[in-house]
């Protein structure tokens, strides 16, 4: 017998053990491998795989609606078609050019390069085809031409709400407005149809179509009303015949909750039909300068300086100002706007004649400090919050580089810039009680179910005045609608405040003489406010420019339908009955001198604005032997 020697046998034992550890090793690695291409790697593989023999249509999931808060369909969608080509399915490409060529206006000899291309599984032919020209072209049974359900944009009501609600690109997806902010809630999710193919991409025979259908977008509930949008809309497309402005806006916002019932900007565009192929047109006229745009207010800040002087005691109803036409501060001459001076005024006509000396006074009473306290309480220089896109903080200086003369320009509506949205946000403050809220578009959005996804409830930022300062500026600010400049905005029957304005524009840091912007804003109840209505005419051409003569008469004209519709009735009592119908005529002044002018308009029963600084008058409005209502505001221009 031989014998294995020892050696040998350990080398035997070696090689079988390596022979183990490298079949184990491979056996792990194979098992690793698979486990990666199961686990790891299976969905992308699979896709792949998919991808070589299935070819997919989308199908595009229709976008959600926006309705005004009452149900009314203010954007929705309608049926269009993406017509597609593949190559390899395509028996005649001459004939099916010249069939889509035809229907869609398109080049022939291009489509049919396009449609024959090789190593294509694929080519879009036409987005967004409207349903009667497709149904023609499918009557053709074009072979290798297929068709996918789109879905296009539409606004039944075309120019109305045009910067709120915004618009869509060709894909569906929001650009401009609400379309923009809400876009991930309104997109939804897309599905496909998906076809079995060969490898090369031809169609088999016994193909079975299989979809993944779409998820639909929400939909979303304004806080817009469309009668009063419509109000809106109607006055400043009249404002704007009227005046031929650049621009005319609207704003109506419900002073308890914050909530934006109307807005509005004119000159706009109908929204089915934006002005693509001009972008700085689009661009511009699709702005919301409701809610972008800032400008010095004018007279109408002034409520906020008085609202601050009546929080802090700083003034007395009874107490008495004396205006010369100026005030000197910081050596600098102050004018007001009347440079004939408005002479000794109460508090309260201080404010009914807008008188810009009683408001500097105010100001500097109140120091720095504390008017910059309020006008953090009231929102300037902060955005309000509202959802939308770009909002501006508006324009307010640092409070340690503001010199004296800077607070008394502040106190009557200069040196500072607000939006419109924010102007109107804290006379809402001023009024509701003293409480800034916070404004907002959209109070529901809802899945096509009719399920609510998300409610917007009133929010409540901070207290700005205390609700006996508030009182008594409804009441002050009654007064200057009754009695004083707003009194082009009074309906008799009705308690309205408000106050009118007059702001110089800028141009490279200078005024730019002849452009103003005239502005009214009001509320109403006055004893109980529920709406507040700003009307802003961006350089009214002509000689009339004034707040007072350009923009209250449109602010009567839509609280005056907001009466109707919200059935809201005139109270009468017996000083009204006989006073507020009184009508009276306006006298011939053309050619007078400017203090017998006034005097005469004063004697007829009428109040009056003055532009220019000549001793005689050139013109008035109205003309001579027109009817107004006792102390409406009438317009005398000197040289």
């Given at each position: ?7 040998t ?6 090689r079988v ?18 486990a990666?291409?199961q ?5 992308d ?5 998919a ?17 005004d ?7 929705g969608?309608y049926?269009?078609?993406s017509i ?6 395509m ?11 035809g229907?869609l ?7 049919r ?10 080519v ?7 349903k ?21 944009r539409?606004?039944?009501?075309g120019?109305?709400l045009?910067?709120v ?16 902010y809400?876009n ?6 897309d ?20 979809y ?10 304004l ?12 006055a ?14 609207a ?7 914050g909530?934006?019932?109307a ?18 047109e ?11 745009d800032?400008?010095?207010p ?11 002087a ?20 910081d050596?600098q001459r ?17 404010v009914?004649v807008?008188c ?7 100001a500097?009473?109140l120091?720095?400090?504390t008017y ?10 902060q955005?309000?919050g ?7 903080r ?13 607070l ?5 509506g ?10 109107v946000?804290?006379v809402?403050?001023?009024v ?19 399920k609510?996804?998300r ?16 009182a008594v500026?409804r ?20 308690k309205?405040?408000?106050k009118?304005?007059?702001?110089q524009?800028?141009?490279n840091?200078a ?19 529920k709406y ?30 907001l ?22 005529e306006m006298?011939l ?7 017998e ?24 409005m109205p ?13 005398i221009?000197?040289?």
């Open positions: 017998m031989r014998l294995i020697k020892p050696y046998l350990l080398t035997l034992q070696k053990l390596a022979l183990i550890v490298s079949v184990t090793f491979l056996f792990v690695v194979l098992m690793g491998r698979l990666y291409l686990l790891i790697a299976g969905a593989l699979q896709s792949k795989a991808d070589q023999w299935m070819r997919e249509l989308p199908l595009k999931a229709p976008r959600g609606n926006i309705y808060a009452g149900g009314r369909l203010l954007a969608n049926t269009v078609y597609y080509a593949r190559p390899k399915s028996t005649d490409p001459d004939r099916a050019a010249a069939a889509l060529a229907a206006g398109l080049n022939r000899e291009r489509l390069e396009k449609i024959s291309k090789k190593g294509v599984s694929e879009t032919v036409a987005r967004q085809v409207e009667d020209v497709a149904d023609k072209l499918k009557l053709q049974k074009l072979d290798g031409i297929y068709f996918s359900e789109d879905t296009k539409r606004y039944p009501y120019d109305f045009t910067q609600l915004g618009y869509t690109n060709v894909d569906g997806d929001g650009q401009a407005g609400l379309e923009a809400y991930k809630y309104l997109k939804g999710l599905g496909q149809s998906l076809t079995q193919t060969d490898i090369q991409g031809t169609e088999l025979d016994n193909n079975v179509t299989q993944i259908p779409a998820a639909p977008g929400l939909d979303l509930t806080t817009i009303d469309y009668n009063i949008q419509a109000f809106a809309e109607a400043m497309e009249e404002a704007v015949a009227a005046y031929n402005p650049i621009g005319a806006s704003l109506v916002l419900d002073a308890e909750t909530a934006v019932l807005m509005t900007t004119k000159n706009s565009f109908d929204l089915n039909d934006p002005p693509r192929d001009d972008v700085t689009l661009l511009a006229r699709s702005k919301n300068k409701m809610v972008v800032v400008y010095e004018g007279s109408t800040f002034k409520i906020f300086t008085t609202a601050a009546v929080e802090e005691s700083r003034v007395k109803m009874d107490e008495r100002f004396y205006c010369p036409g100026y005030r000197i501060v050596g102050i004018r007001c706007w009347r440079t004939a001076g408005h002479g000794s005024k109460s508090f309260r006509e201080g009914d807008s810009n000396c009683v408001f500097m006074d105010l500097l009473r120091g720095t400090r910059y306290e309020y006008m953090n309480k009231f929102g300037f220089g955005s309000t509202i959802d939308f896109f770009s909002e501006s508006g324009i307010v200086m640092r409070e340690e580089s503001v010199k004296t003369v800077d008394a320009r502040i106190g009557f200069q040196a500072v810039a607000v939006t419109p949205l924010q102007l946000a804290g809402a403050a001023v509701n009680g003293g409480r800034l809220m916070t404004p907002y578009l959209v109070k529901e959005i809802r899945d096509a179910n009719g609510t996804a409610i917007f409830n009133p929010t409540e930022k901070r207290r700005a005045v205390s609700e006996q300062t508030s500026m009441d002050i600010l009654e007064e200057a609608v009754r009695e004083g400049s707003g009194k082009n905005a009074y309906i008799p029957g009705y309205i405040g408000g009118t304005g007059t702001a524009k800028y141009a840091g005024i730019a003489q002849g452009k103003y912007i005239s502005s009214f804003v009001g509320f109403a109840p006055a004893d109980k406010p507040v209505v700003l009307v802003s005419i961006d350089e009214p051409q002509g000689y009339a420019y004034y707040g007072s003569i350009v923009a209250a008469p449109w602010a009567k004209v839509i609280f005056e339908k009466f109707t519709y919200k059935n809201i009735q005139p109270v009468f009592d017996d000083a009204e009955r006989t006073e507020d119908f009184k009508t009276v006298p002044v053309i050619g007078k001198k400017a203090a002018a006034g005097a005469l308009i004063e004697e007829a029963g009428l109040q009056y604005e003055i532009d220019g600084e000549g001793s005689v008058i050139l013109r008035q003309p001579a032997g027109t009817r107004l209502a006792a102390k409406s505001v009438v317009l221009q000197t040289d």
